[in-house]
């Protein structure tokens, strides 16, 4: 497990670009028969990815856990960007087809990912963050989330959220995690952009094939960007906006832990304040 440690409000301002990237970014998701994990300070969080081929490949608890297994103290979301597969937990297996989510409470101790076709390979990306109490595991599948349309052609941000776990549908303790995808012909999202203080959020960018991205993050009045290839993570702290255009449509896992799970506590920022 690597351990990532963000800049303050001040010091990304002086970042060169690889400093930058190696902050804010998570590139080496999605490595074939690899389970990656980065630890980060912030909000405790942690992003990873499973991608089995015929071997299972396990949650391990690590010493940045200081704890005797992965999910002693945490709660863990999963959502499938690959073929289908299997997430065992505890001597229960859940199929997960392409975009089905599983949410895994606090307390379980075995968690292993394996994918049924060796040829067509699940790809199961990661995240978790601390549980101050355990609640049932549930899956839940693209149909089951609930839907809400957004955006218009005129503003190239048509787009579709997917809330796969968010209390009531799911309930946990301060995990909220969800999937966006965009229309054809639409490259922006979260535009005008937002921040909350109260949390950190990450996003996944996918569906990109070999085009690329451009993240904006940062305070309002000083923003930054980077360049997002498919399957990076950018991890963005309260105080920093997060927006971003592809050269086509995408889509993107969102995340977040903080102080609350309303979807809609967003501190908005006005065009007139980015610079």
Known sequence: MKIIYLADQVRYQTMNTDEFRQTFLV??????NKLVLYYTETDRAIVGSAVPIKKKLSLP????????YFAERREVGIINIGNAGSVKVDGK???LLNRDALYLGRGARKISFTSQDEKKLAKFYILSYPAHQSFPHQKVTQKEAEMVH???QEMSNKRTIYKYIRPPQVESCQLVMGLTTLEKGN???TMSPHTHERRTEIYMYFDL???ILFHFMGKPE???H???????AVISPSWSIHAGAGTQAYSFIWGMGGENQEFDDMDGVNFERIN
């Open 27 to 32: 590139e080496d998701l999605f490595q074939r």
């Open 187 to 189: 490259v922006w999202n």
């Open 209 to 211: 094939g070999k085009q």
């Open 226 to 232: 980077l360049v997002v290839r498919d399957g990076q």
């Open 61 to 68: 608890a690590g010493k940045e856990l200081a704890s005797d």
């Open 93 to 95: 297996a859940y199929k």
């Open 150 to 152: 957004l955006g218009s």
């Open 222 to 224: 000083k923003t930054r």
